[in-house]
C-alpha cells in the first residue's frame, strides 16, 4: 500500500440500521452509499465501548478500554497514552482535527498538529454523574430525549454545518500546503447523536413515511428483563417520556432525519476533496463511535451490546482498496490504527506493538484470522456491572461480571429475539465464548478496577452527593455554547 493522503470521517451513534449501503431501503444516504460502492464495507464492525468517551479513546489509541482506562464519560482521554495522531505529528505528517474530539481540554497534548472547533468534555470533567455504578441515580436529564425530538435546528445541527464548512476550507485551503507528507484529516460529526432535532426537511421525509418503522420488541410486554437491561433503563429513563405513540415516531423520526442531514454534510467534504483534485490522492475513512438503541426494547441511548448500539459502519475506499467489496469477518475499531498507520507508511514495530491488538483492515480484507475473536465492554453510566461482549463466528456472548450472561445466535435471529443462553443445549457455546473472552482478559479484575478509579473520581469531585447535585448534562455542548444541567 502507498502512503497517500487520508480523511477519517466519524460520525455519532449512527446505527447501521440507517444506511442505504448496509440494506435500509427507506435511508436516504446516497453519499456514504457512493462511498461504499467505490470502496469496501466491513458488515460486521463494532466500538469497543458503546458510549462517546471510552469508544474515543480505543478509536484514537488502538487499544481496548481495559488497556488504557477512559472508562466512562467522566475519565476523558488526555494524551497520556500516544494515539496514532501523536505518532504521525512525531513522523512528520500534518495531522488536524476538526470537530468533535470529547477528550479532557485543549490543554492537553491530544496529538495533533491542530484542533479546530473541537468539542471537549464539559469543565474538563464530563458526566460526573456516570461515576455511580451502586445505587443508581435516576437520570433528571432524560427528558431532553422526547422533548427535543422533532423538525428544526439544534446546537449540534449547526455545530455539524460549522464543521463541514470548516472542512471545506481546509481541503481547499490547508491541504495544498502540505504535500512533502501524506495529511491526515479528523472530521468528526456529532449527528445522528440525540438531540433529536433534525432539519424540517430531512424530518418530514421520515415522519410522513408509512415505512418508517416501529421500534422492536417495544411493547412492555415484549421487553427482555435482564437485570442489566433494567438497571440501564431505570437510570436512564429516556423512555418514560415517550409517553404516546407520536412521541415515538417522532424521536424515531428525528433519528432517521439527522443520518440524512449527517450524510449531506459527509457530502459537502467528499466534493470538496473531489473539486479540488485531492481525490486520487486521498483514501477515505468512515465510522461511527457507536449505535444507538433508538427504542428497541425501549431503551434509547447507547451502552448496551446488541448490535443496535454495538456495531458500526465502517467504510474504507481509494487506492489500493477494492471497489464495491464486503468483508464479512467481524471487525473492530482497533483494527483501523493498524490500517491508519499503512496508509501513511508508518508502519514498523515502533508504531504497532503487541500492545495493539487490532488486525489491519487491509489484512481483514484479504481474508485474514477469519476466525478472530471482538471484543466490545462497558464500565459506564447505568450500570452496576462490567458488562463485555464477544463476537465469534454466528455468535454473540456477553458476559455481566454479576449477572448471568446471554448468548445470540445472529446467523438464525439477526435480531437478538432469543436469549439462548439459558438453553442446556448451548452450553458448549458459552464455554467457548467464555473461554475467548479469558484469553483477552480478566472481567472480574477489569470490573474491580474500574470501579476503583470511579470511587478515586467520586472522592476527587466531593463525593456521590455531590456529583449527583450537580445534574444530568443530557449531551455535551459545542464550544462556546453554555451548558444546561438538570
Given amino acids: 500500500m502507498k502512503p497517500r493522503n487520508l480523511l477519517v470521517i466519524m460520525s455519532d451513534e449512527h446505527s447501521t440500521k440507517v444506511l442505504g449501503c448496509y440494506g435500509s431501503a427507506l435511508a436516504h444516504t446516497p453519499n456514504i452509499d457512493a462511498l461504499a460502492a467505490r470502496g469496501t464495507r466491513f458488515s460486521n464492525a463494532y466500538c469497543c465501548n458503546p458510549i462517546c468517551i471510552p469508544a474515543r479513546a480505543t478509536f484514537a489509541t488502538g487499544q481496548y478500554t481495559h488497556q488504557i482506562g477512559y472508562w466512562d464519560n467522566a475519565d476523558p482521554y488526555e494524551g497520556s497514552t500516544p494515539s496514532w495522531h501523536h505518532h504521525l505529528r512525531a513522523r512528520g505528517h500534518r495531522v488536524e482535527s476538526i470537530g468533535k474530539l470529547h477528550f479532557r481540554s485543549t490543554a492537553?497534548?491530544?496529538?495533533?498538529?491542530?484542533?479546530?472547533?473541537?468539542?471537549?468534555?464539559?469543565?474538563?470533567?464530563?458526566?460526573?454523574?456516570?461515576?455511580?455504578?451502586?445505587e443508581l441515580p435516576v437520570r433528571k436529564g432524560a427528558w431532553k430525549m422526547a422533548g427535543m425530538a422533532g423538525p428544526g435546528e439544534s446546537i449540534y445541527t449547526r455545530y455539524d454545518r460549522d464543521i463541514a464548512a470548516e472542512a471545506q476550507i481546509w481541503l481547499h485551503e490547508e491541504a495544498p500546503k502540505h504535500g512533502d507528507k501524506p495529511w491526515v484529516l479528523f472530521v468528526s460529526f456529532v449527528a445522528p447523536h440525540f438531540p433529536l432535532t433534525a432539519p424540517s426537511e430531512h424530518f418530514y421525509r421520515y415522519y410522513a413515511s408509512d415505512e418508517l418503522p416501529w421500534p422492536k420488541q417495544y411493547a412492555k410486554e415484549e421487553r427482555p428483563t435482564h437485570p442489566y437491561l433494567l438497571d440501564y433503563a431505570g437510570s436512564n429513563n429516556y423512555d418514560d417520556h415517550f409517553d404516546n405513540e407520536?412521541?415515538?415516531?417522532?424521536?424515531?423520526?428525528?433519528?432517521?432525519?439527522?443520518?440524512?442531514?449527517?450524510?449531506?454534510?459527509?457530502?459537502?467534504?467528499?466534493?470538496?476533496?473531489?473539486?479540488?483534485?485531492?481525490?486520487?490522492?486521498?483514501?477515505?475513512?468512515?465510522?461511527?463511535?457507536?449505535?444507538?438503541?433508538?427504542?428497541?426494547?425501549?431503551?434509547?441511548?447507547?451502552?448496551?451490546?446488541?448490535?443496535?448500539?454495538?456495531?458500526?459502519?465502517?467504510?474504507?475506499?481509494?487506492?489500493?482498496?477494492?471497489?464495491?467489496?464486503?468483508?464479512?469477518?467481524?471487525?473492530?475499531?482497533?483494527?483501523?490504527?493498524?490500517?491508519?498507520?499503512?496508509?501513511?507508511?508508518?508502519?514498523?514495530?515502533?508504531?504497532?506493538?503487541?500492545?495493539?491488538?487490532?488486525?489491519?483492515?487491509?489484512d481483514l480484507a484479504a481474508g485474514a484470522n477469519p476466525d478472530r475473536t471482538i471484543l466490545s465492554e462497558y464500565h459506564a453510566m447505568g450500570s452496576r456491572t462490567g458488562a463485555f461482549m464477544?463476537?465469534?463466528?454466528?455468535?454473540?456472548?456477553?458476559?455481566?461480571?454479576a449477572y448471568p450472561p446471554q448468548l445470540f445466535d445472529l446467523a438464525n435471529d439477526p435480531e437478538e429475539l432469543t436469549d439462548l443462553a439459558p438453553d442446556p443445549a448451548y452450553a458448549p457455546v458459552l464455554r467457548e465464548a467464555h473461554g475467548r473472552l479469558r484469553t483477552l482478559c480478566d472481567p472480574q479484575a477489569v470490573d474491580a478496577a474500574a470501579k476503583r478509579r470511579q470511587s478515586e473520581l467520586i472522592d476527587i469531585n466531593g463525593g456521590r452527593e455531590a456529583v449527583i447535585a450537580r445534574g444530568d448534562l443530557g449531551f455535551s455542548v459545542p464550544p462556546g455554547v453554555e451548558p444546561m444541567f438538570d
Fill in 390 to 401: 464477544v463476537r465469534l463466528e454466528q455468535y454473540k456472548y456477553v458476559h455481566y461480571v
Fill in 108 to 134: 492537553d497534548d491530544n496529538g495533533f498538529d491542530a484542533e479546530r472547533i473541537p468539542m471537549h468534555v464539559i469543565e474538563g470533567k464530563g458526566d460526573l454523574m456516570g461515576l455511580v455504578r451502586g
Fill in 246 to 362: 407520536d412521541h415515538v415516531r417522532r424521536g424515531v423520526a428525528g433519528y432517521w432525519g439527522l443520518c440524512t442531514f449527517l450524510d449531506e454534510q459527509i457530502g459537502k467534504v467528499l466534493s470538496a476533496l473531489e473539486a479540488t483534485g485531492l481525490s486520487a490522492s486521498t483514501r477515505v475513512l468512515y465510522t461511527s463511535d457507536h449505535g444507538d438503541n433508538l427504542g428497541a426494547r425501549g431503551l434509547w441511548g447507547k451502552s448496551t451490546m446488541y448490535e443496535e448500539a454495538a456495531k458500526v459502519p465502517l467504510i474504507v475506499a481509494g487506492e489500493d482498496i477494492a471497489a464495491g467489496a464486503t468483508v464479512d469477518c467481524p471487525a473492530s475499531h482497533v483494527d483501523i490504527y493498524p490500517f491508519i498507520m499503512e496508509c501513511t507508511g508508518e508502519a514498523d514495530e515502533r508504531t504497532i506493538t503487541p500492545s495493539h491488538p487490532g488486525v489491519s483492515l487491509n
